[in-house]
C-alpha cells in the first residue's frame, strides 16, 4: 500500500514538473492529479484525507503555500506541493474553492 502510494506521489510530481516546464494550466487541469487522493471535485472518501471542495480559497492557499515552503510537513503533500507556483496555488484553490457543499446527516 505505502509503494503504491509513494508511486502515484512520484507520478503525480513528475506530472506537476512535467507541466511547470509546458504550456500554463488551468486549474481545473491542475486539480486532476489532486482528485485521486482528494476524490472527486475535491470531495474525499479516502480516510486520512481531507475534502478540499468547499473550504475557503485562502485556507487552501495558505495550506499548500506552507506545505510547499516547509511550515507544514506531509510525506505526500510535501512532494506534491513542491513543484506548485503561487499561480498554480491561487488556481487550482479558487477551483475546489468553487463548490458549495451541502450537508446531510451521515
Ligand atoms: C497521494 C495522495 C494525494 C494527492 C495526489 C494530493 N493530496 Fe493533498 N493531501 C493528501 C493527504 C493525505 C493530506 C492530509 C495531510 C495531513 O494529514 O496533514 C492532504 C492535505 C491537503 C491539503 C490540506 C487540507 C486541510 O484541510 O488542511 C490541501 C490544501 C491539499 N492537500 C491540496 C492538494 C492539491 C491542490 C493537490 C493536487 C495538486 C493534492 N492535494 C494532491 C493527499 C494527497
Not at 510525506?75 to 506534491?80: P, T, Y
Not at 506548485?84 to 468553487?98: C, E, G, P, Y
Request: charged share 20%.
Amino acid at each position: 500500500m505505502k509503494s503504491v502510494i509513494l508511486f502515484s506521489v512520484a507520478l503525480v510530481f513528475s506530472a506537476l514538473t512535467n507541466s511547470a516546464l509546458s504550456a500554463e494550466k488551468t486549474g481545473a487541469e491542475i486539480a486532476q492529479s489532486c482528485t485521486m487522493c482528494h476524490g472527486e471535485n475535491g470531495l474525499s472518501k479516502m480516510p486520512g484525507t481531507p475534502s478540499l471542495a468547499g473550504q475557503s480559497e485562502i485556507y487552501l492557499v495558505n495550506q499548500l503555500r506552507h506545505f510547499r515552503d516547509g511550515q507544514r510537513q506531509h510525506e505526500q503533500m510535501s512532494v506534491i506541493a513542491k513543484p506548485l507556483t503561487n499561480a498554480d496555488i491561487d488556481k487550482v484553490s479558487a477551483w475546489f474553492a468553487q463548490f458549495e457543499v451541502e450537508l446531510k446527516k451521515r
